[in-house]
């Protein structure tokens, strides 16, 4: 079983809807990451926070928001949404250097109607 | 930027055969990570590579980060239906190491 836990694993939006989409970890890692992954592509890399601050944005749109309240919690906030957007989104940790194993959660599948 | 070209794309084989799948670079990459997916959800951490020539094996799985630092292969052995799946090879190429990058992807399905 994965240690990244996310939730909700399905979410159904409207465009004119807020929703967060949250990811927790309990291995005392310092990196968190934010990945979307449309379906038989590879995930993308949208942000990554070390040590609750964030080191990187992948040019994301700011309908996407990121928000990391503590080293264990890594939210998304998400807001006027397109059709688009629909995707995977998947938390992902390491330990701190960004060089170490990437662990995965298990991904909340959005659906922006 | 650093582009993983994996191959084969995709693959059918028989429950029982071997298989073999790669990953090149035409840069340097000093981490190599073997990850599987299956529909639905999150990639799965296979195995994961860290100096070249490494040979590291997980039950059926076998990976090796190439000498040059610009490909790794990963080898199931006498595979089974359970093995279905999408496999990605992933790294930090040298010089990027914030970012993992990830290859294109191989579909493995499995006939009995």
């Known amino acids: 079983d994965t240690e990244v836990t996310q939730t909700p694993k399905h979410l159904v939006m409207g465009m004119t809807n807020k929703k967060s989409l949250k990811c927790e970890q309990h291995m005392g890692h310092r990196a968190m990451y934010w990945y979307k992954q449309k379906a038989k592509k590879p995930p993308e890399l949208m942000f990554v926070?070390?040590?609750?601050?964030?080191?990187i944005n992948e040019s994301v749109p700011s309908r996407f928001s990121p928000e990391c309240p503590n080293s264990s919690l890594l939210n998304l906030h998400l807001h006027a949404l397109q059709p688009e957007d629909s995707a995977l989104y998947l938390c992902?940790?390491?330990?701190?250097?960004?060089?170490?194993?990437?662990?995965f959660g298990e991904g909340s599948w959005l659906t922006v109607v | 930027g650093q582009q993983l070209n994996q191959s084969p794309q995709s693959m059918f084989i028989q429950e029982g055969e071997d298989v073999s799948m790669n990953c090149t670079s035409s840069?340097?990459?000093?981490?190599w990570l073997w990850y599987k997916q299956d529909p639905g959800e999150g990639p799965v951490l296979l195995i994961a590579?860290?100096?070249?020539?490494e040979l590291t094996s997980n039950g059926r799985l076998t990976a090796q980060f190439g000498i040059t630092r610009k490909d790794s292969f990963l080898n199931i052995s006498a595979s089974i239906p359970s093995d279905v799946g999408i496999y990605f090879c992933a790294g930090h190429g040298a010089g990027t190491a914030s970012k993992l990058t990830f290859g294109t992807g191989t579909r493995l399905q499995v006939t009995l």
């Open positions: 992902a940790s390491t330990r701190g250097n960004f060089m170490d194993t990437i662990y």
């Open positions: 590579l860290y100096k070249a020539g």
């Open positions: 926070y070390s040590y609750e601050k964030l080191s």
């Open positions: 840069s340097i990459f000093n981490t």
